[in-house]
């Protein structure tokens, strides 16, 4: 049976979209239209699969109908005409934006499946990926490669169809950000893409000029984002009403089962000719190429429509026609010729009044524009309603071409034939031959195109468009690929701090200035050059991060034995030596069972049980920074504390516990490894003999127990420190940047050596730091770093409302540097500099002072569907869900705490022995038990996650997915319980940010140090905030304050923007905010101000 589909709409549940595009309207308007089957949309939308699922019924095989109480309610407003049969096929449409060969992709593919259950088993794959909730059209930070696998994993019955493939932007094909080829898309997968969506910007003959296209079926749909636009293109089956026929005639190239597609005027399009429409620019390719792809108006570079980029592509010239093609017919939608009838807008009453009799006598639309005689349409009375039609089928129109996202604007008549015509009398057919019954759809002549005819020579076509991107350095100081030399590429500065040959060096490296590059470059060298063994050589940093990035560009650069380089955090480090060298059994406790045996401590000690969480936090930070002074309870404490004989008290009832439980805290490794190396000279010797070069970055960020174990460690050794006192951030936590001062006298005739060359930031971020910092240098000249990367000539400082106006307004920049995220966002965006974005989600980071502010910008984000990651370690391993699971994961491990217990009673609605020796984990874990105490750490960890029912909850959470995600990579690493608990506990906010994926980066200031992004937003830029201060207190330390503002602006490398709110709810109250005293530092010049005076209304 023949019939007509639409297999690409959406829902009320996309955004842009009619809020009456519900099921019952779809299927109304399906049936006025004479459409059999039409897609769901949207599938992966919560509220919409809860929508199908109890208004739809299986229907035949892989379709859905209608349940019939609704459907009897329908047909019964409806013309006895129009009354057919309507089947949904579940479909939803995916915009996948990522990078792939050096380029940010956007590109948007349609997914279809045979039954709900499948809906259902994809929506949580993709859930576990991104937010699939906050709009019907999903943006994920996914590879389309990737969604075609996690779709065929999910169910091969499947099928994939890239959807509006010329559409510049969001699409294959796509001037903007697509590929030139589908392999290229694909890669190993793209045997299974069978089909293309050509969009409403292109036809069958456009497409058929492109080889790369011969061996897929061209469809055409509506893109419907209300019910009225369904049917505007559509797809002709002639199969039985089967999803897996219908399948199966565009997998098989079945020229009968799929017999070809109803297309608007390619010409009616929003991106068919080139131009702008802002100013009234409107150019055929050409045009374009005449003009240097230029806008002759505004100067700036032209938006290049469908036709520009089929130009660009194409193998055959205008008018080729393969042998083996499925048939096409162009349309004009009826609303649209009534409105040129009538000569008033397509949606006024009048044009809504003809429509309805033209349907009511004659059936439903696409019957009318393509079947019925032109005798027969005129029985319905409609002026000129045959005239038009038959102008249509033989392409006697005229169409004002679309262009840069505005239709085109189709004309049947012009105006003296409308004079000529007026008073609607009857016309006379002008033409000839025998009226199109119904009994078929006959194949068509090719429809000539509107415009001048486009050369046949390949040759002339010229890439007239510019594609700006973010500048590059050209300077391969600090190259991202490495360079086959080691010295290659290494500025003055760089080259002789590699090759020096003193026993210590001292590098001052600002920010950007190759600091990790000349590093590894040292060590490489001393691998190659001076022939040192790899295991002599010590690297110590302060994040994991950091160690591991030392460690991957030694393999890089260096010899293959690099990898036996050790280079590892302090406390990283300090674990491995006591485990090698003291036989450590102890295990380091997680953050909570920490706090439980302090707050137990303090209990012992003082003998109240209520009212003590400030003192016990007071107590926690002074044992912390005893610790880190390498003082341990018998030691004087009296300049320790206000309180030195409770003080001194609760931190020896605090060890004692701890050493109850068999465990340590974070500060104690080094405390350990330290007295360790004092006490035992055979250790001390041991150690000292076999690291011949210690290396330590971010030396400015020693406290004085770190300081002391360098300097005990380096007795011996030759010595390598690299680091910048600007960018000392942690004197909360006992760092003291005067031990980088000090370094010349702790090791006489040292190299000094100052890196001034910056390879990452703009001028204008570099001298807007600059100016910050000057005020707090006694000779700045000194210490100025300097940049040849051009960009931006001023970062932007900007005033919103409230912080959550402050949240939108950082999210809606995203998305226009992006060029959109969406097509509706392209067509009302505001592009300041008129040129493609190249731009991705990863390609953005968020930055702010407190965690409060974090929790405003996930919110935000999450709301209006922005793929983000958070680097805020406490919020993801608080979720309840993480707890649970680790605690589960304890028990069965038999390390579970009373607080471990005290949460598993409350999941399992059971008491549980407070004794936790008592718990026996098999009788608990009931079922589960046996399966997985035999299993490898990740797969214990996903069989409890299953068993305590947290998977759904996990996925939905970006922090605790965040969490999960890292907990299983660690566990993938170390099978050993206790090994991977204490490298758990070694993790750090920065660990949970993922290499590689799409997503803005949302992290406080300090978790940002060592990172670096193409545009930052430095948020809450407000006295009290930055610099942090406590309500009616002053701020604690002003100057470590500006330089942790200063690290905050120089992550930037192409565009720095500060912004502030004008009332903010700090600590509770809901306060008025002033800028902070750092913007004043920044001249005018470098800046443009921007104020948003609309607040958004905080829910």
């Excluded at 003291?736 to 702790?746: G, L």
Aim: hydrophobic share 35%; charged share 25%.
């Amino acid at each position: 049976m023949a019939f007509f589909s639409d297999l690409h709409i959406h829902s009320k549940y996309s955004r842009a979209t009619a809020r009456n595009l519900d099921l019952e309207n779809i299927y109304h308007a399906a049936q006025v239209k004479g459409i059999t089957v039409v897609g769901t949309g949207d599938f992966t939308h919560p509220a919409w699969v809860e929508e199908i699922a109890s208004k739809l019924e299986p229907a035949e095989p892989g379709l859905f109908a209608l349940k019939k109480p609704l459907a009897d309610k329908i047909d019964a407003r409806l013309p006895g005409s129009c009354r057919n049969p309507v089947r949904f096929m579940l479909q939803v449409e995916i915009s996948n934006i990522y990078k792939k060969a050096g380029r940010v992709r956007k590109n948007h593919n349609i997914i279809y499946f045979p039954d709900l259950a499948s809906v259902k088993k994809f929506n949580a794959r993709l859930d576990a990926i991104g937010n699939i909730s906050s709009d019907g059209r999903p943006i994920l930070g996914l590879d389309a490669r990737d969604l075609l696998e996690i779709m065929l994993e999910v169910n091969d019955q499947g099928f994939l169809v890239p959807a509006h493939i010329w559409t510049p932007w969001f699409s294959m094909f796509g001037s903007k950000s697509g590929f030139d080829h589908i392999d290229a898309c694909f890669q190993d997968l793209a045997p299974h893409i069978f089909a293309v969506e050509t969009g409403l910007s292109s036809d069958p003959p456009m497409n058929w000029r492109v080889a790369d296209l011969d061996h897929v079926r061209l469809m055409s749909n509506s893109d419907a984002h209300s019910p009225g636009y369904l049917g505007r293109n559509a797809s002709v089956f002639n199969t039985e009403l089967d999803y897996f026929a219908m399948k199966k005639s565009l997998e098989t190239l079945d020229l009968e089962g799929y017999q070809g597609t109803l297309d608007m005027y390619p010409d009616q399009g929003k991106y068919h000719f080139d131009g702008h429409r802002k100013c009234h620019v409107c150019l055929d390719p050409d045009e374009t190429a005449r003009v240097d792809g230029i806008c002759p108006v505004c100067g700036r570079p032209l938006t290049l429509g469908v036709l520009h980029r089929v130009r660009e592509l194409a193998e055959r010239p205008v008018g080729f026609v393969p042998e083996k093609r499925h048939g096409y017919t162009s349309i004009i939608p009826l609303a649209d010729m009534l409105s040129d009838i009538f000569q008033v807008g397509p949606k006024t009453k009048k044009v809504t009044r003809y429509f309805d009799k033209a349907i009511q006598a004659l059936g439903p639309e696409l019957d009318i524009l393509t079947q019925y005689s032109y005798d027969r349409i005129q029985t319905a009375g409609v002026p000129l309603l045959a005239e038009a039609v038959a102008r249509m089928r033989t392409g006697r129109i005229h169409v004002s071409p679309g262009h840069d996202g505005e239709y085109g604007k189709v004309q049947v008549f012009t105006p003296e034939e409308l004079a000529r015509f007026k008073g609607d009398r009857p016309l006379k057919m002008t033409l000839g031959g025998t009226p199109i019954e119904k009994a078929g759809i006959p194949e068509p002549a090719i429809a000539p195109q509107a415009g001048p005819a486009e050369s046949t020579s390949r040759q002339q076509v010229q890439a007239t468009g510019v594609s700006p991107s973010r500048p590059v350095p050209s300077s391969p100081g600090v190259a991202r690929d490495p360079e086959p030399g080691i010295l290659t590429g290494l500025n003055e500065s760089q080259h002789r701090a590699v090759t020096s040959a003193a026993s210590a060096i001292l590098i001052t490296a600002g920010p950007g200035t190759g600091k990790t590059r000349t590093l590894t470059a040292r060590i490489a060298y001393l691998l190659t050059e001076n022939q040192v063994s790899p295991d002599r050589i010590l690297a110590l940093t302060f994040t994991n991060k950091a160690a591991k990035e030392i460690q991957e560009r030694i393999q890089t650069v260096g010899p293959k034995g690099g990898a036996c380089v050790t280079a590892a955090t302090f406390h990283g480090f300090c674990l491995s030596m006591l485990m090698a060298h003291d036989g450590l059994t102890d295990r380091l406790l997680e953050e909570d069972t920490r706090k439980e045996l302090l707050k137990a401590a303090l209990v012992q000690v003082t003998g109240k049980t209520t009212g003590q969480s400030r003192l016990a936090d007071d107590m926690d930070l002074q044992i912390s920074l005893c610790k880190q002074r390498l003082l341990g309870p018998e030691d004087d404490l009296s300049d320790a504390g206000p309180d030195p004989v409770l003080l001194k008290q609760v931190y020896a009832a605090y060890q004692q516990k701890m050493q109850d439980h068999g465990g340590m805290d974070f500060e104690d490794l080094i405390v350990r490894f330290y007295r360790l190396l004092t006490r035992s000279e055979p250790v001390r010797t041991l150690v000292q003999e076999r690291f011949a070069h210690i290396f330590v970055d971010e030396y400015q960020d020693l406290n004085f127990g770190q300081y002391e174990l360098v300097k005990l460690l380096a007795q011996h050794s030759r010595v390598f420190v690299i680091g910048d006192p600007d960018q000392s951030i942690y004197g909360f936590r006992g760092s003291d940047h005067r031990f980088f001062h000090r370094f010349a006298n702790d090791y006489p005739g040292c190299e000094q050596i100052v890196l001034t060359r910056n390879y990452r930031s703009t001028q204008t971020i570099l001298d807007a730091s600059f100016q910050l910092m000057s005020k707090s240098r006694p000779d700045p000249d000194t210490q100025k770093i300097y940049s040849q990367v051009n960009g931006s000539r001023k970062l932007i400082i900007k005033e919103t409302a409230t912080e959550t106006a402050e949240a939108v307004a950082v999210g809606k920049m995203i998305e226009n540097m992006m060029g959109g995220m969406s097509l509706d966002a392209i067509n009302t965006r505001k592009n300041e500099d008129g040129e493609d974005a190249a731009y991705g989600f990863s390609d953005f980071a968020v930055l702010y002072r407190t965690r409060r502010q974090g929790d405003v910008f996930a919110n935000v984000f999450q709301k209006h569907g922005i793929p983000f990651q958070s680097a805020d370690r406490k919020a993801g391993f608080d979720r309840t869900q993480i707890q649970l699971l680790l605690s589960c994961f304890r028990l069965m491990t038999r390390r579970a705490s009373a607080q471990d217990v005290q949460g598993l009673s409350t999941h399992f609605q059971s008491q549980l022995p407070s004794e936790t020796r008592q718990i026996r984990p098999e009788r608990i874990l009931g079922p589960v038990w046996d399966p997985v105490r035999d299993k490898p750490g990740h797969e214990q960890l996903g069989i409890l996650a299953r068993f305590l029912k947290i998977e759904k909850a996990i996925s939905r959470d970006p922090l605790a997915a965040a969490a999960y995600d890292r907990i299983q990579a660690l566990a993938r690493v170390y099978d050993d319980p206790d090994e991977f608990m204490n490298r758990l506990a070694l993790d750090q906010d920065s660990d949970l940010l993922a290499n590689g994926v799409e997503k803005v980066s949302l992290l406080t200031m300090h978790a940002a140090k060592g990172l670096e992004c193409p545009v930052v937003f430095v948020a809450g830029c407000e006295q009290g905030v930055i610099p942090f201060a406590r309500t009616g207190r002053s701020c604690d330390n002003p100057a470590e304050e500006r330089r942790l503002f200063y690290v905050a602006m120089t992550r930037a490398k192409d565009l720095l923007c500060l912004t502030h709110a004008r009332k903010r709810q700090m600590f509770g109250v809901r306060r008025k905010m002033q800028p902070s005293i750092f913007l004043t530092d920044i001249e005018a010049r470098l800046t443009r101000q921007e104020t948003l005076s609309r607040a958004v209304p905080d829910k």
